[in-house]
């Protein structure tokens, strides 16, 4: 059996179709589904203890609920849920070390698309190296045919200047576990002359063109021979890559990006794509983390 997935539940909206969004995921995966409600209790002298006891019923009223909720709809699925005290970050990021996937709900920026990442879960995206996916409360008004994902492709975004197996390796087995496309694509741009902004010869344009496409296409080939199965669409775009993974991903099933693993006294960093991808995508995003 696949390792479990964990989602972390705090009775919000988003925290409710992620623990959807997560279902249907442990299905397709054959994995266990993990419910976790964390909370930092605070007691105030002017605060009476019992209201942290009140607190942990709720907690205990909430993952029940939400497993029943599970269960009456997918009767199959092996759940198990948990309450912890403590620092929720911390909590989640302990619990998922053995886990195959941390799922969160995220807010969606007001009358705007995307999301807002709170401390939270940037703080669990920091120091989580599993897949982390970000669902938003609107997710889980698509309709689910058979309990399952929507049948929206999967998008990833690729560095080729980097390795990136890890990340390579989680898009393809869910677009082949989905059974849809995988749009691997790779987004660059050429730095403005000096004196002459971005008039560049066509000609040098059509070679780094070129040049990526090669780059990107030896780089999947591994991954088209291991996953014969899934189809596989490549781009290699002119433009910001946030802009044009955000565009590429407006219609997708699960968006996929990269994290660094960092490991030095500074500690870890979010890069200004994967960045922008989870505070605006429109779907479903996964944060993978590579070296």
Not at 225 to 246: E, F, I, K, M, W
Request: proline share 5%.
């Amino acid at each position: 059996m696949n390792q479990r997935i964990v989602v972390g539940l705090d009775g919000s909206a988003e925290s409710v179709a992620a623990a959807h969004w997560a279902a249907r995921e442990a299905l397709l995966r054959d994995a266990p589904l993990h419910l976790v409600h964390a909370e930092e209790w605070f007691s105030p002298l002017n605060i009476p203890a019992a209201r942290s006891d009140a607190r942990r019923q709720w907690a205990r009223s909430l993952l029940r609920e939400a497993t029943e909720e599970l269960l009456e709809k997918h009767p199959q699925l092996d759940i198990s849920a948990e309450s912890f005290d403590g620092r929720p970050a911390d909590s989640l990021a302990g619990v998922t070390a053995s886990a195959g996937m941390l799922v969160l709900g995220s807010r969606g920026l007001g009358t705007l698309t995307g999301f807002v990442l709170g401390s939270v879960g940037m703080a669990v995206i920091h120091g989580v190296e599993r897949p982390t996916v970000l669902v938003r409360a609107t997710e889980d008004t698509v309709p689910h045919a058979r309990g399952e994902h929507s049948d929206r492709d999967v998008v990833v975004g690729i560095d080729i200047g980097r390795p990136c197996d890890a990340l390579l390796a989680f898009a393809f087995d869910e677009a082949a576990r989905r059974g849809c496309t995988l749009h691997a694509l790779h987004s660059w741009m050429l730095p403005p002359l000096a004196g002459s902004g971005a008039a560049y010869n066509p000609e040098v344009n059509a070679h780094v063109a070129q040049s990526m496409t090669t780059g990107l296409d030896d780089m999947l080939k591994p991954w088209r021979d291991r996953y014969p199965t899934v189809g596989l669409d490549v781009q290699v775009t002119v433009g910001h890559a946030s802009d044009q993974l955000l565009e590429a991903g407006s219609e997708a099933g699960l968006v996929v990006v990269g994290r660094r693993i960092r490991r030095s006294s500074v500690g870890t960093r979010i890069g200004p794509i994967t960045h922008a991808i989870l505070h605006h995508s429109t779907a479903p995003v996964a944060v993978v983390a590579h070296e």
